[in-house]
């Protein structure tokens, strides 16, 4: 069974920096592209970060280029976000995800965790 | 950019009905990697449709996908009660805003 397990939420100061990680199993991680998908409180899913399988393509969405970094161990089937420079936006639950094929859609999502930037 | 565009909002309708939803793009895209995703209250999406037409592993054969260009569309034949949600379509990294489907 597909299992993705996300962690490291929490309630952080604008400015403050959070790394998210997911923990997946029951698959061969290495062999998928994943992403980071959150959802503000109350609205619709925004897209925020892809890996692919090998580490080789990453993008972001512009909302967190250049403040967000997405990783991955294939050793340790794990998914990261490294998350500085929060502000109010980002306040979201954050869902790891995983592509059906390299160019998606995501056919698999963890439970998420929440993100609450505030003073 | 792509702007996925889906309406109605909101679609108030019974058990038993038939459900129509549509997803608009700002401009032509490949059906390849349009997809619809169903969210209830505190769940995480799950996935419905993908390549416009093709169900997911165990979606039932009453939620079907069908268009192309920039017109597509998800409907449910007959609404069974676990089908009240939101639905998402996506192409690539860009969601629509989402259909909520209430109890009439």
């Not at chain 1, 990261?80 to 936006?89: D, G, T």
């Not at chain 2, 950019?1 to 129509?20: F, K, M, N, Y």
């Not at chain 2, 192309?68 to 998402?88: C, H, N």
Request: proline content about 4%; charged content about 15%; aromatic content about 12%.
């Amino acid at each position: 069974e597909v299992q993705l397990v996300e962690s490291g939420g929490g309630l952080v100061k604008p400015g403050g920096s959070l790394r998210l990680s997911c923990a997946a199993s029951g698959f061969t991680f290495s062999s998928y592209s994943m992403n980071w998908v959150r959802q503000a409180p109350g609205k619709g899913l925004e897209w925020v970060s892809s890996i692919s399988s090998s580490s080789s393509y990453i993008y972001y969405a512009d909302s967190v280029k250049g403040r967000f970094t997405i990783s991955r161990d294939n050793a340790k089937n794990s998914l990261y976000l490294q998350m500085n420079s929060l502000r109010a936006e980002d306040t979201a639950v954050y869902y790891c995800a995983r592509d059906l094929t390299s160019n998606g859609p995501v056919d698999y999502w963890g439970q998420g965790t929440l993100v609450t930037v505030s003073s | 950019e792509i702007v996925l565009t889906q309406s109605p909002g909101t679609l108030s309708l019974s058990p038993g009905e038939r459900a129509t939803l549509s997803c608009r793009a700002s401009q032509s895209v490949s059906s390849s990697y349009l997809a619809w995703y169903q969210q209830k209250p505190g769940q995480a999406p799950r996935l419905l449709i993908y390549g416009a037409s093709s169900r997911a592993t165990g979606i039932p054969d009453r939620f079907s996908g069908s268009g192309s260009g920039t017109d597509f569309t998800l409907t449910i034949s007959r609404l069974e009660p676990e089908d009240f949600a939101v639905y998402y379509c996506q192409q690539y990294e860009t969601f629509g805003q989402g259909t909520k489907v209430e109890i009439k």
